[in-house]
């Protein structure tokens, strides 16, 4: 087991100057383009690709990094670059994850690369598990996966909502409903492969921020998959669900919205978004402060805006320390014993959009308007309170830790 450090080794200094550069060089002065546009910016994401930052032996790097550092500082440094963007750059990663944590080795082999296609001919992945009546409450999805044991296929109906990468993807991880009576515990994840019969876009949604990232609905109707499509196996998926049978017999288990808890492995990652988003517009406040001037001094020499920007910097800082602790416990396998993973996600998506709110007001007028990165910044930040578990629910999740009751 790695020891907690603050501190970068150079290889992982190494990796950081060079994400950071080019976020700097590449990332950023796309931004309002793309923002504007609201677009999935591909010649970005292959300029991503031509470098090796869109890949997955890159993020598989950061994520087996025993310091659990690689992925928030990766993290941290895109999305400083810009959120839109760097959620084009690394949304792949919720479908890549998705098949490496539940997925053969055979199902990581045959699909991760056509998640990310090539320098020359990039794809996108998606995951699609919420749904219009599904979004906290995972428990009460309706996407159905039947099995045709006489084809070996699997047929998919449902509605998927807020896919990011939804319909544009060329593979899509589709969570299903296989055992409507187990709750959460009940659902599988499924391949689509690309150009599958059934599977269409619905609407794509025209968003407050995050505006370079596609989402939108999956249709998924009468969608047949072949059953090596079933993430994990037939095997491994009816041994699972007659443990889940098991426990809900005896009552030992609560099963619905067991879910909830799930993700606090993959949490923190959201949280070095939040980081790198709120550092971005601490930042351009900082310098704006130490220029702008009013009555005949800089705007910073005023304990009104200076201890703004003191505030500003003491919770991005705090945030990242949540973070890093989270992650370094998800690489080493220590139990959440007081919902940590949680507690860094809350903490840096509040003040990532605190700051940036803040940012706005000490950039007076100029902040308001779309001449200055932070208007942009503030509205991509309003992102991750919601996804990944809205803020209630890592409260929530959190509370029913520290208690081992279930609140409501
Ligand atoms: C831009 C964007 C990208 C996304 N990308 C993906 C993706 O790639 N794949 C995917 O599967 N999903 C994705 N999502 C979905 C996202 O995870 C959900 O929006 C989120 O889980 C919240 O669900 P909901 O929107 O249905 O809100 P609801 O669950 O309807 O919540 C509404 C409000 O009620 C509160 N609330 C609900 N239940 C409770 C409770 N028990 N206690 C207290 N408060 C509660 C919530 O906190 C929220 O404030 C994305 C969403 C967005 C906006």
């Not at 992102?383 to 208690?403: C, D, H, K, N, P």
């Amino acid at each position: 087991m790695a020891e907690f450090t603050m501190e970068l080794n150079d290889e992982q200094k190494e990796v950081r100057d060079w994400l950071h550069g080019f976020a700097a060089d590449v990332i950023r002065p796309a931004a309002a383009e793309w923002d504007e546009r609201e677009e999935t910016p591909w010649p970005v994401i292959q300029e991503a690709a031509k470098v090796g930052i869109y890949s997955l032996d890159f993020y598989a790097q950061q994520y087996f990094d025993p310091t659990g550092l690689g992925i928030p500082m990766a993290m941290e440094e895109l999305f400083w670059g810009d959120a839109g963007i760097a959620l084009s750059i690394v949304g792949t990663g919720l479908a890549a994850v998705g098949v490496l944590a539940n997925g053969t080795e055979e199902q990581i082999g045959t699909w991760i690369p056509q998640m990310y296609g090539d320098a020359n001919d990039v794809k996108v992945a998606a995951f699609c598990s919420s749904e219009p009546d599904a979004g906290s409450d995972v428990a009460s999805m309706r996407t159905r996966a039947v099995y045709d044991e006489a084809k070996d296929e699997w047929v998919i109906n449902g509605t998927k909502t807020w896919a990011t990468n939804g319909g544009i993807a060329n593979v899509h991880v589709v969570v299903a409903v296989v055992d409507a009576e187990l709750g959460s515990k009940g659902h599988a994840s499924f391949i689509i492969p690309p150009g599958t019969e059934g599977l269409s876009q619905g609407q794509k949604f025209k968003k407050h921020g995050i505006r370079a990232s596609h989402t939108a609905e999956v249709i998924l109707d009468n969608v047949r998959v072949p059953g090596s499509c079933l993430l994990g196996g037939k095997e491994k998926l009816d041994e699972r669900l007659a443990r889940a049978r098991e426990k809900a017999k005896q009552g030992g288990e609560r099963v619905k919205n067991a879910a909830m808890a799930t993700f606090e492995a993959s949490r923190p990652a959201v949280g070095a978004m939040a980081v790198g988003t709120a550092r971005a517009a601490y930042e351009v406040a900082l310098d704006y402060a130490k220029t702008r001037e009013q009555f005949g001094r800089p705007v910073i020499d005023n304990q009104g805006v200076a201890f703004q920007l003191a505030d500003m910097r003491t919770s991005i800082d705090a945030a990242r320390l949540l973070v890093w602790r989270a992650s370094w416990m998800a690489v080493n396998g220590k139990p959440f014993t007081a919902a940590e993973g949680s507690m860094s996600k809350l903490f840096a998506s509040e003040t990532a959009k605190k700051v940036t709110a803040q940012a706005i007001q000490i950039l007076g007028g100029n902040g308001y308007t779309r001449e200055y990165p932070v208007e942009r910044m503030h509205r991509d930040a309003a992102i991750y309170t919601i996804f990944e578990g809205t803020s209630e629910i890592q409260r929530l999740v959190i509370a029913r830790t520290l208690s081992g009751m279930t609140i409501r």
